[in-house]
């Protein structure tokens, strides 16, 4: 077994967009299955070091990458292959056990098998070229609790006596993140760069409504993610510890870089 496959160690630019979470609804990030005291709440929202809510990166990155993959595999090939360059949306179970179980010389070979989704946002084996940090509120806010009923799932019916609190984040709270993109200088993942400016970030710049956190079916998750900053850095930028200016236009810059 060889590691994992790096083929953005040749960088083309750096991109690093500043977004901003709001909540459209409550929103839950559970913390799991954990013992409780008899006054706390029955499930807690997630909070960072000071007691602050947070949303896991790798939360965000996962709701990205469902919802790129959806819209993806939604479309017909043509299009796919026309607009995006994609020829292959992701790899089948048994490519990605092959690709996981490859040497580094075999993982080469078996690359271009992968698909686009599994190139932006990584699979075992190829580290991502995309990364997206914690998002943290940016104004101090008081956490709400709710109470619910458990249903059984086998009477359809609520279960007497049966009732559970339920910590969140209150609507219209706004949470920040960075999200950035070693854009690879290898031509061989063309179609990862298409996706990212032409698919992901043209809908960031817009406003991407998701769901996000746990409880969703009870009213809780609805969010908007919008790209407030775009900052591009050049190799040149990076080795000279130089800092350019934000990108004015963001519109402008998706479409010079999916010319």
Known sequence: MGGNLYLHEKLRRKVVVDCIIETEEPLHVGVGKETLGVSEVD????VDSNDKPIIPGSSIKGALRAHITRLL?????STCEVKFGVARVTAGEETLNKFQRADIQEKMEIFRELGVIDKLFGVSGYASPLRITDA????ETRLTERTHVQIDIETDRAKEGRLFSVQAVPEKRKFGFKLVFD?????????VSAVFYGLLLKQLSSGLELFL????SRGYGFCTIKAKQVVSYSPEDLALGETPEPIRNISEFINSMIK
């Open 136 to 139: 943290t509120l940016t104004t």
């Open 213 to 216: 956190g746990g409880m969703k």
């Open 73 to 77: 595999l939604s479309l017909d090939e």
């Open 43 to 46: 499930s807690p929202t997630m």
């Open 183 to 191: 854009e690879p200088g290898d031509d061989v993942i063309a179609d």
